[in-house]
């Protein structure tokens, strides 16, 4: 199985940057794609964006198009989500995914592997 453990989260005023990290533990992320979710107090978990394996083909939930960024680091077993001018809007809990198929969907029930999520707090 595989392993996922998310860094990079905390507190941040809106408009600012935060840059979101998931390494594999235990196991390469060969052929998998990546997803990042959120889950914001009261809400279902959300789609926020995926990767597909190797790379290069990504996708996004609209109201984060344009300001946030998913990539990858295969020889790190690593996916990073960038998120630029952050919104009130964007506080969550942010959790990585990975499906053991080259491309991903926007569907969470569909990914079979997810770390254990990191709170994302924006500020005013």
């Known amino acids: 199985q595989v392993q996922l453990v998310e860094s990079g989260g905390g507190l941040v005023q809106a408009g600012g940057s935060l840059r979101l990290a998931c390494a594999a533990s235990g196991r390469a992320f060969g052929s998998y794609a990546m997803g990042w979710f959120r889950q914001a107090p009261g809400k279902e978990r959300e789609f926020v964006a995926r990767?597909?394996?190797?790379?290069?083909?990504?996708y996004y939930l609209d109201s984060v198009k344009g300001r946030f960024t998913i990539s990858r680091d295969n020889a790190k077993n690593t996916v990073y989500l960038q998120m630029n001018s952050l919104k009130l809007e964007d506080t969550a809990v942010y959790y990585c995914a990975a499906r053991d198929v080259p491309y991903g969907n926007s569907n969470f029930h569909d990914y079979r592997y997810w770390g254990q999520g990191t709170q994302v707090t924006v500020s005013s």
């Open positions: 990767i597909s394996w190797p790379g290069g083909s990504t």
